[in-house]
């Protein structure tokens, strides 16, 4: 019987080979992928393998564990782990560290191949790699510096799209802290471990992590992610400029452009700093202790009175401003309608984001120019408030009126109440 | 100028008889003693009905039943409109009111008895208004569409949902679909502006042709009235008076403490937190929470509903439940029963207000 | 003369009662026929409102105007067509603009940028902007929400 059985096998398994081979191409991928069944028997930890690379955007793609590692997934390793992992079929040992870039780009560099996935596909991930610093380092044979797997994980690779992704936006800094913000593995390359801190209180940080506001920018957006490294004095105006044009543009006008470059100060991060970029406050301007202008402008020197002068207009627009709102909250409070005050004092508030943008001029001209205008709108939000206000007065002055009249005409009606009892009791 | 409205006067009696109707006016008599002071509550619901009709008319001018119109139309009444904000916190101060009087004016009957015979019907008709004065509350109050009040009348009509066989189709009747929506609007008002006056014309004019009919009734027991007043112009003219009286009140509440219009109701948004209906249907709403979700093999909601209709019905029924009064003997069950309720709603509403939030 | 002095009394009160109630009246009617006249804006959210004349933009430019409580933009493409969009970034809310160079709508905020027709075509804003209805009615431009 038994005999009988394995004959019928040894004969019938070589037809059923071919008629799978013969079979259409979407077929063959539910074939028995003999690598992940074999694995999965002795891999059970959530990030082996086996197990991870069930997820992988490569497995939904119909890319094999032998196409990236070699090897023959069609002979059961069961019963030959030889011939399976024979380095004949192709079979390749895991990359080192240093090899990973090289190894994931014999794809990723190939446009005639990558096109078959998405037509528009990027295939310059190595190419700035070996840009970064990351890539220069590992040229040197520093192995301790991030390659591909670093970020995007070996078996468990996922779409920059899936918020699941290691290098999903709002994932990017926790992914880059990984190593950056471990002071005992960076230690030796002196740069600082408490960007993600930084980053974290800043209003990039605040909107991308608290807010959800994923077109904030992560650490990428600015040092770039295959190419990272940290933007050079010169072209910092540029990588900010790219969300905030406006600004950038009034700095490269103004005169602060040369005297920056003259003394190497790196542009916009020298006021805003780099990685906790925060809101400024009414101290920044000026040149008093908290204020940003201060760390070059010394009282009595070059600047400082339009810095003052600067900060004076700024300042009194906005407390105009503040003035408006209270007056309208007022005049909410007790009642009166104010959605065409608040429409008003919406392009009061638009007035003075262009106001404080045109610091960036830092020419007292334009930023009067614009707090002026600014004020003038603002005076009419003003009025509008105050004439709501008075007409709650008038309301009341017309309720008092009229309650007197019904009091006249109450004390009219009672009298001649009595007046008709007098009559009848008599 | 005298004899012009004579000559009126006697041409309109040759046709209608009207003197009959002067005479029995003005022999018709008000009894006084210390609880006088209930037969003008009427008077001054009846007062409140009439500012009403007349504010209701004038929003009417600028009002628009859309979802889309409905928020801006109301928002258009209380800033561009003149006196605008003044025309719609009266309507809504005095829609208020009116229920609160109806309320006050209700127990007072109840508990001095004056259902009883011969004025049974005078009682239906006047239960029957209350239930209309608390239709137009409801459809009143979704109108400005509000968030407030889009959800509270969600929240209201889900409740008729529990009612067996035709609870669903109450549902979908009152709501003119599935779900609140621009339809519901639509025909709440429609309810609102047509249907529920339409009802309140012809039941008040009975109510009070029956009044004016069979004149004041006096208390059990009070056999005889010591002092007594003319309806005409005694009675009349301090029935006056305390409408002066509620109208000064009434301006300085809508002065004082416009009626807010709130955020326009979004139907995509989560339900706000403190969904309330208006205070009138608060004891109600509460009750229903006390019920649990099951008793024996009944929905707890179920049950609650049933007991609200048995309540409503019993109410109705009240002057030929009482054998006792009807004999003009004292019938404290109903005395108990009355203040038991007025405790009951009083208690709860304030309960609802200041303790369960 | 005790009958005299009661009939004047009786007089002052019959005016007074006159007079209050003429003022009560008066207090009552005259908010109820201010009411019932047309106030200066006619309508709550206008259905249309007029952006502009035919004309006066020139081919390639665009223009804010008032869309009832909040800013719509106007803009007056190269191939001379109008469109119109609430102005209102849909990133944080700040007022968009035209610009001639690149043909599209910017905002300047965040360096935001929308194609002629309103979509987000890069920089940081989530949505489109919320398209408005444009119809030439004689030499006006009259804008109106889509419904």
Known sequence: MKSINRHFNNIYIPFLIIFLFSSTALYSQEKRNNCIECHSEFEEEETSPSIEFKNDIHNSSGVLCSDCHGGDPEIDASEDQELAMDPKKGYKKPPKHNEVPEFCARCHSDFEYMKKFNPNIRVDQYENYLTSQHGKLLATGDNKVANCVSCHKAHGVKRKTDPASTVFVAQIPETCSICHSDAEYMKGYAIPTDQLEKYKESIHGEYLLEEGDLSAPACNDCHGNHGAAPPGIESVHNVCGVCHPGNSQLFLNSTHKKYFEEFDFPECTTCHNNHLIQKLTKESLGIGEQSVCGICHAEGEVGSADAVEIKNSIENFSALRDNCQILSEEAERKGMHVAEIKYQLNNVDTELLKARSMVHSFSLENVKQITGEGTKLALDVREMANDALKEYQIRRVGLVISLFFIFIAGTALYLKIKDIDRRRTK | MRTYITNIFDWLDKRYNIKVVIRFLAEKKVPIYKHTIWYYMGGITLLFFIIQVITGILLLLYYRPTAEGAFESVQFIMTQVHYGWLIRSIHSWSANLMVLFVFIHMFSVLLLKSYRSPRELTWVTGVLLMYISLAFGFTGYLLPWNELSFFATKVGTDIAGVIPFVGEFIVRFLRGGEDVTGATLTRLFGFHVAVLPGAVLIILAIHLLMVQRQGMSKPVGLKEVKREMLFFPDFFLRDFLGWLFAIGILAILAAVFPWELGQKADPFSPAPEGIKPEWYFLFMFQTLKFFPAKILIFDGELVATFIFAVVGIFWILVPFLDFKSKKEMKSPIFSIIGIFAILYVGIITLLSYFVFK | ?147
């Open chain 3, 1 to 147: 003369m005790m009958e005299e002095k009661n009939k004047s009394r009786r007089n002052f009160i019959n005016y007074l009662l006159g007079g209050g109630f003429t003022l009560v009246a008066s207090s009552v009617i005259y908010p109820i026929v201010r009411f019932m006249l047309p106030p200066k804006s006619t309508e709550a959210e206008p259905m249309a409102v007029s952006a502009g004349k035919v004309g006066e933009m020139h081919l390639n430019s665009g223009k804010i105007f008032k869309f009832g409580r909040k800013p719509g933009l106007l803009i007056y493409t190269k191939q001379g067509e109008y469109r119109a969009f609430m102005a209102t970034c849909s990133h944080l809310d700040c007022i968009v603009q035209f610009r001639d160079d690149s043909e599209s709508i910017w905002c300047a905020c965040h360096n935001g940028y929308y194609d002629v027709n309103g979509n987000n075509v890069s920089g940081p804003p989530p949505r489109p902007l919320e398209n408005l209805d444009v119809i030439i009615k004689d030499d006006d431009i009259m804008v109106s929400k889509i419904t």
